[in-house]
């Protein structure tokens, strides 16, 4: 199983920007499609975006479409999202995850993958956005 460490939260003003990251070891990355998903206290997790295993797909759940970027390094083992004008509404705790199913289709059926889509996940990573 995929271990995966993300990086990158901080507390940051409305309308900023932030990336994050993550970084995969122990499993085959680049067969495996990776999401972000986030998470307040009291709530559900929730996706935020997906990418499949070669990065030419991709998935953002509504609120987020036209702000938010995924993307991958698979020589480097590591998947990004970009987050631009940034909402205080944005404030989470944003988890990586991968799902380890060989070149996955979970990305790209134009529904948000749940979180049991995924089997392997980080830590988590805060992101603090302040009106």
């Known amino acids: 199983q995929v271990q995966l460490v993300e990086s990158g939260g901080q507390l940051v003003q409305a309308g900023d920007s932030l990336r994050l990251s993550c970084t995969a070891s122990?499993?085959?990355?680049?067969?495996?499609?990776m999401g972000w998903f986030r998470q307040v206290p009291g709530k559900e997790r929730t996706f935020v975006a997906g990418i499949n295993w070669s990065g030419a797909n991709t998935f953002y759940t509504d609120s987020v479409k036209g702000r938010f970027t995924i993307s991958r390094d698979n020589d480097k083992n590591m998947v990004f999202l970009q987050m631009n004008n940034l909402r205080p509404e944005d404030t989470a705790v944003y988890y990586c995850a991968a799902d380890s199913r060989w070149r996955s289709t979970v990305i790209g059926r134009d529904v948000d993958p749940q979180t049991s889509d995924f089997d392997s996940w980080g830590q988590g990573t805060q992101v603090t956005v302040s009106s």
């Open positions: 122990g499993g085959m990355f680049s067969s495996l499609a």
